[in-house]
């Protein structure tokens, strides 16, 4: 830590990581695990997206491995040449939506290195159990193209059969070396074939998607400790989203779902209390016929409106989520306007890394005056507003991901249902103690995110148990206890 500590720059941290990772793994994941709210941001987001963004000029060796289109027909090959034969967990990327800094072609790899080094720092998977994969099927990013560091394929994104065909014979050589087992978390994939592959592939491989699926997870958990802090219950809170793809859709989705559980009302009547924002203006049904599938549900009988001011003018929402990928969205106006008709607001500035985020934690608390319940996707510093201290939360899918691969792979699940998601929300929320709600937080802080992650697990387990899709037998009796034997810990062996 001293020698991290004395580097100035987050991006010379971050190689400096990675530098250990390769070097000394134990030593790496050591560091991660004891300071963990010190060096995620330096692993994960935001230092990641720069990483990412500079990939070609900072890399110095390969991590993870690349599929390209020229390997097209020897994908099975390509995977047998990785040296690890066990694996259990995936994380897979394309490329084409990093973070909300767009399509960085192959350098998206920093992703699924460092969602992995969080499975196994925050969940305790097993590195050696870990596969980052990249499929490098082109880039539209002109400036990568014409980048002379650029490490991926020089030409455009492959589409429509072509990459569908791709994306097949992946998924087949994935199930056929490694087993129905294995869990494939599809990550930053473009929204239309994020959704597609996700439904493709959800009835007969082990898949989740973590930016539709772990960030609903995540911001439901958020959502419910809320309301201990503002008061009702989901069905009496009315919700409006800037942004309506993975996350923003994947969220409301997980919200109407839960209403529905709570108030036995059939889902289509719980999504009407959701509202989201497209570039565009509010979704809305007379522009049903336009709209891409996955907007659909939610375009619900109301007038055009222009923006997203004039959304929460007229919506009146009690909740305001950014998953639009664009920064500085919620602006002073925005702000005002839903602290206008609401004593504590909550508001969620979930894109990533820190510079897309829709308002910073300062102008969240300053504008409202110090009422908004806030949290963002990437993490900011505690604000002082009037002489109190705010604590914002950070609502990052990285509290769920970990925990909820480790309740997978430790019941030999082999499929995801949307009852586990539910589960894994649920468990994190009941890890929010009484002491975090004085400091306003909705999130327990990431120090203990090895035993959050273990109860998670534990109870994703039950739910896959419960519905019948877990195959180890028998059933271990006190899950938690039997995720946490399951966690790797980086610790030397003992010699004689
Ligand atoms: O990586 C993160 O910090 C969260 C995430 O999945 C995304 O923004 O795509
Ligand atoms: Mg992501």
């Not at 400096?16 to 695990?33: C, H, P, S, T, V």
């Not at 399509?103 to 870990?130: E, H, N």
């Not at 950014?322 to 206008?340: D, H, N």
Request: with cysteine; proline share 5%; aromatic share 10%.
């Amino acid at each position: 830590m001293h020698n991290i500590r004395q580097y100035q720059l987050p991006l010379q941290k971050y190689m400096a990581m990675m530098d250990l990772q390769e070097g000394n793994e134990r030593l790496f994941y050591k560091l991660l695990i004891d300071n963990v709210e010190e060096l995620l941001p330096v692993v994960y987001t935001p230092t990641v997206g720069e990483a990412c963004q500079k990939y070609g000029s900072i890399f110095s060796r390969p991590q993870g491995l690349y599929i390209s289109l020229k390997e097209k027909g020897k994908i099975l090959e390509v995977l047998k040449n990785w040296p690890e034969r066990s694996i259990q967990v995936i994380v897979v990327t394309d490329g084409e939506r990093i973070l909300g800094l767009g399509d960085l072609g192959c350098q998206g790899m920093g992703i699924p290195v460092g969602k992995l080094a969080l499975y196994t720092a925050l969940g305790g998977v097993r590195p050696s159990a870990c596969l980052p994969i990249t499929l490098d099927v082109g880039t539209n990013n002109e400036a990568l193209l014409n980048d002379e560091f650029y490490i991926g394929l020089r030409q455009k994104r492959a589409t429509a059969q072509e990459y569908a065909d791709f994306l097949h014979e992946f998924m087949t050589a994935v199930k056929q070396n490694y087993g129905e087992k294995v869990l494939i978390q599809f990550e930053d994939f473009a929204n239309h074939n994020a959704f597609e592959l996700l439904a493709k592939y959800g009835t007969t491989h082990l898949v989740f998607n973590d930016d539709i699926q772990g960030t609903a997870s995540v911001v439901l958990s958020g959502l419910v400790a809320a309301l201990k802090l503002v008061g009702g219950s989901l069905s009496e809170h009315s919700y409006l989203f800037l942004g309506a793809g993975e996350a923003g859709t994947g969220i409301a989705e997980l919200i109407a779902l839960e209403i529905s559980r709570q108030t036995k009302a059939p889902i289509e009547e719980c999504r009407k209390k959701i509202w989201l924002v497209d570039s565009k203006g509010l979704i809305v049904s007379s522009r049903k016929e336009t709209l891409q599938h996955f907007k659909k549900p939610w375009a619900h009988e109301h007038e055009p409106v222009g923006n997203l001011l004039d959304a929460v003018k007229t919506i009146k929402p009690t909740v305001l989520i950014g998953t639009s990928g664009k920064g500085q969205t919620f602006t002073q106006e925005v702000v005002e306007a839903i602290s206008s008709f609401n004593e504590r607001p909550v508001i969620f500035a979930l894109s990533n890394p820190t510079s897309q985020s829709e308002c910073t934690a300062e102008q969240a608390y300053t504008w409202s005056k110090g009422r908004a319940v806030f949290a963002s996707g990437s993490p900011f510093d505690p604000v002082e507003y009037d002489g109190k201290i705010y604590v914002p939360g950070q609502a990052n899918n990285a509290y769920i991901f970990p925990g909820f691969g480790l309740g997978v792979v430790m019941s030999g699940a082999i499929r995801v249902h949307d009852d586990m998601l539910l589960a894994a929300s649920e468990a994190l929320a009941q890890q929010v103690t009484q002491e975090n709600f004085d400091k306003g937080l909705t999130y327990p802080p990431f120090s203990n995110i090895r035993k959050i992650s273990a109860h998670i697990a534990a109870n994703v387990a039950a739910k896959a148990y419960e519905l019948g899709l877990a195959s180890r037998r028998p059933r271990p009796k006190d899950l938690v206890k039997y995720a946490e034997s399951c966690m790797y810990s980086p610790l030397y062996r003992n010699y004689r």
